[in-house]
Every structure is written in structure tokens, then in C-alpha cells.
């Protein structure tokens, strides 16, 4: 009887799915294309305009970047990196989140920032071979963030 891979669940998942506001303004895209397609046939062009919105809105859903913490590596989209490497997160919302985002964004830092997300975890880099001085990443949930990772660093 074969053994099965016990699956592990993340201490902390969260797709930085777009907002509404966005998904709303690339619905505008249904209209632009049945006029395309208009003069050739009203009921083709309405179906066209209809699978064109879907699909921008799937395609947007689908590609959002993820955050997760699983075991002592935390990754936020394609970057990945082990939470013994970070320094202290300091978890920002309102002003301080968009001075972080904005003036305050560090150059030498990575950044995984969506807009229409309010909150960011700004996490210092304390390895000293990395040239990467922070990871600034958006989230919708700031403080439990900084708190996995904290916790992530105890352990």
C-alpha cells in the first residue's frame, strides 16, 4: 500500500487578488470589443465582448501574486526567501503604509506592492551578503503577517 505525501498547509497564505475597483475597470473592455466586432453580427459581438471581460478578469485573478509562509521560508511571488534572513517586520497601514509605498520605498529593496491593497509589511534583510536592504510587500492583513513571521523567526 503506497504512503501519502502528507500534505502541509502554510502557516500563511493570501493571494493579492485584485481589488474591485480594478476588476470593475477591466470589465470596460466588454464594450470596447463588441464594437469591434459590431457590423459583422449584434449577438456575435455582445458574446465576443462577454468572453473578452472574462477572460481579462480570470487572467487578472489568476495571476495575482501569492504570499505564503510555509516552515521558515516565506515567499511572495516568485521570490522566495528563509524568514532567519529577516530582521523584525514592521506591519504599516493608512499614512505610514502609502509613505512606504511612496517616498519612503527603499531602492535597494524588493518590492511586491499591488495597488488598491492598503496595507504593507516592510521586513529588513540582516544577511549581509544580500544586497537586497528590505522586502516591502503588500497585504490586506498587516499585523497577522508580521506575527507569522515573527512567529516563523522563533521557531
Do not use: K
Request: no cysteine.
Amino acid at each position: 500500500m503506497p504512503q501519502q505525501a502528507a500534505t502541509v498547509r502554510p502557516a500563511y497564505s493570501e493571494r493579492l487578488a485584485p481589488s474591485l475597483w480594478l476588476i470593475v475597470a477591466a470589465v470596460v473592455v466588454a464594450p470596447m470589443a463588441s464594437l469591434v466586432f459590431i457590423r459583422m453580427n449584434e449577438v456575435a459581438a455582445l458574446a465576443i465582448g462577454f468572453a473578452v471581460a472574462l477572460a481579462v478578469v480570470a487572467g487578472l485573478i489568476a495571476l495575482a501574486p501569492r504570499i505564503t509562509i510555509e516552515g521558515s521560508e516565506l515567499r511572495a511571488g516568485r521570490a522566495r526567501i528563509d524568514v532567519a534572513l529577516l530582521g523584525a517586520p514592521v506591519a504599516l497601514e493608512e499614512e505610514e503604509a502609502r509613505a512606504a509605498r511612496g517616498p519612503g520605498l527603499d531602492a535597494n529593496g524588493w518590492h511586491l506592492i499591488r495597488g488598491g491593497i492598503d496595507g504593507v509589511v516592510v521586513v529588513p534583510v540582516i544577511d549581509a551578503d544580500d544586497p537586497t536592504t528590505a522586502w516591502t510587500i503588500s497585504t490586506r492583513t498587516p499585523q497577522r503577517l508580521a506575527a507569522v513571521i515573527e512567529h516563523a523567526q522563533r521557531r
